[in-house]
């Protein structure tokens, strides 16, 4: 164990020896008890001092006075989310509603069966070129 590293696992991880990497821990007890006693105790009193440390609520006027420092929504934005939302909404109708018509026309059209072709109607229309007597 090296000072450098020690000062850095207790600049780290703080005087607890519990909270030091199991692999270095055993180097890093060691070395705490032979060479590094001046810097573990400093590390112990830093520990010490930041654990009695106590941040005071803040009040309700703190609050109040984020909140008028804030920016005020702009009704304008707030209109064309509105808009856009409701041109998104009918877009979506709109295509559901034909892919819906597609499927469905594509689900009849496979469920009929083909009408039958009349062979005398087909025939009677267009086997001669001129029925009607006229010569064009």
Known sequence: ????????LIEAYGADPQLWP???RAAASAYASLDG???WSEAVEL???LAT????QPDGALYRRILDAAPAPRAAW???RVWWSSAALAGFSVAGGLAGALVVSIVVSSLTPPAP?????S??????????????
């Open 1 to 8: 164990m090296t000072p450098e590293r020690f000062r850095t």
């Open 22 to 24: 199991a692999a270095e």
């Open 37 to 39: 006693h001046d810097a």
């Open 78 to 80: 707030r209109r064309a």
């Open 123 to 136: 025939t009677a229309v267009f086997s001669e070129p001129f029925a009607d007597g006229g010569s064009e």
């Open 117 to 121: 072709v009349n062979p005398a109607f």
């Open 53 to 56: 440390h106590r941040v005071a």
């Open 47 to 49: 520990d010490r001092l």
